[in-house]
């Protein structure tokens, strides 16, 4: 069955249930106030009954005063002695039978319902007493046709309206309920639609309220799809650079070695070739096993204090046998910074960003380093003298293979576009930040911040 069709019952049982219920409630309230005022009217003519009966001298009643008493119409009255012999009765009552047979000899005052002849009767029951010594039955009877009549009209009423209202409320429902899930209807025809032709770029269109349950539904199915779409190209990307990556060093050694076997013998330059392009790809599959690693929670990172001045100067060292003398590499602030992370992977991030710096900076540029604290974290900064990187590329640069080539000239030497990817993963799991200034002609300038150690942070002043 249809969630529409549930829902729709539910709510129509649900509601049909709190009417009917009520409607009883009711009926059942108007049933007490109507029998209570008709014993109070009962109990009205049998007191007016009673103060018309004088007392003799024998201390009985004076029952040959009764034909004088005149009830109102549709009373009835019975007085039967002590030894239940009718004595006198309404003119108008045919039955000489007891209004009430369970009424006779009763100690106090009862009200019962009564059938005679067919005419549904209230009766109020009175023992009469002179002193301690009873003397009679008073029976006063009220005709309850008024009564059942409206009781009657009330329950038909009752019945039609709680079918009436079942009804209108099951298709109120069933029209709101088809309104309010018709967006989940797009929802799996679009998801039908994009499993079907393969299509990420689609986006349900929804016109209601963005704030409750269906739109925030739409809005998060939206952004999946986004994230999908994203996702799926990134993958498309990816594949395709690699391939791209890998068919050019395959190209060159297949082509040397194909010059080998024509020649039948090596030389050093050849040699030398084959080697570089094997350590290209050799670097560019254990970054990829890296970042495979890393995206996938199996990378630990050890957690330690680690002292990024001596870190510093140890990729100083490194760095100024990379640069060879073509840049001036110099140490422009060097601070003592104690951060708790993984030492081996917070070199990396330094090596790879001081790495990048002298490879994209021309000769005769120069590269500065600086390494500092505020109240809270770590900096380091590294500035380059290069060429900068363009405003539409600064987004993009910790994207895996993602190059700026524009404002990079590209050489044999260049990396694979995974080492920016890599040293974002590992300082955002330190808790860290890594972010990049640049500017065309003038350099660039990446920091990276983390936390300090709690120790670190108790000896600031």
């Not at 049933?31 to 009966?53: G, K, M, V």
């Not at 007392?55 to 109102?72: P, Q, W, Y």
């Not at 009469?128 to 038909?156: E, H, K, N």
């Not at 003298?385 to 000239?409: C, M, N, Q, V, W």
């Amino acid at each position: 069955m249809l969630l529409r069709n549930r829902l729709t019952l539910i709510n129509t049982f649900l509601v049909g249930g709190i009417i009917l219920l009520f409607g009883t409630i009711v009926f059942q309230l108007i049933s007490i106030t109507l029998t209570y005022q008709i014993d109070r009217q009962i109990q009205e003519e049998a007191f007016q009954f009673i103060e018309q009966l004088p007392e003799v001298n024998r201390g009985d009643f004076g029952v040959e005063m009764i034909k004088d008493v005149n009830l109102d119409e549709g009373y009835y009255f019975q007085f039967w002695s002590r030894d239940n012999r009718l004595l006198r009765k309404s003119a108008d009552l045919e039955t000489i039978s007891p209004l009430d047979p369970s009424g006779l000899g009763l100690a106090v005052p009862t009200y019962s319902r009564a059938d005679r002849d067919g005419v549904q009767l209230r009766v109020l029951s009175i023992p009469l007493q002179v002193g301690q010594r009873s003397v009679g039955t008073l029976m006063v009877g009220a005709d309850l046709f008024l009564i059942d009549l409206i009781q009657r009209y009330i329950l038909t009423v009752m019945f039609w309206g709680v079918i009436i209202a079942v009804v209108l409320v099951g298709l109120g429902v069933w029209i709101s309920t088809y309104r309010a899930l018709e967006p989940l209807e797009e929802v799996s025809k679009t998801a039908i639609q994009i499993s079907r032709a393969s299509d990420l770029s689609r986006r349900i269109p929804y016109r209601g309220p963005r704030d409750d349950e269906v739109g925030q539904l739409i809005q998060v199915f939206n952004q999946t799809l986004e994230q999908l779409e994203d996702l799926f190209n990134s993958q498309k990307q990816f594949i395709s650079d690699v391939s791209h990556e890998l068919r050019t060093p395959l190209t060159v050694i297949k082509g040397n070695l194909d010059l080998l076997e024509e020649i039948e013998c090596i030389d050093d330059e050849t040699f030398e070739m084959v080697n570089r392009e094997v350590s290209r790809l050799t670097r560019m599959v254990n970054d990829l096993l890296l970042l495979a690693q890393a995206e996938s929670g199996q990378l630990p990172l050890n957690q330690e204090e680690v002292a990024l001045d001596t870190l510093l100067l140890e990729v100083f060292q490194h760095a100024r046998t990379l640069s060879r003398e073509k840049v001036e590499l110099e140490i422009e602030e060097l601070d003592q910074v104690i951060v708790n992370g993984d030492p081996d992977r917070l070199k990396q991030v330094m090596l790879n960003l001081v790495s990048n710096a002298i490879k994209y900076t021309p000769s005769g540029g120069k590269v500065s380093l600086k390494l500092g604290k505020d109240q809270t974290t770590g900096y380091f900064k590294v500035r380059d003298t290069g060429p900068g990187i363009s405003e539409e590329d600064l987004p993009h640069i910790f994207k895996r293979f993602y190059r700026a080539e524009k404002a990079r000239t590209r050489s044999r030497d260049s990396g694979y576009g995974l080492g920016l990817s890599i040293a974002y993963w590992i300082i955002d799991n330190h808790g860290g930040t890594i972010e990049v200034e640049s500017v065309r002609g003038e350099g660039t300038v990446f920091t990276v911040r983390l936390p300090l150690s709690g120790e670190e942070e108790e000896t600031q002043p």
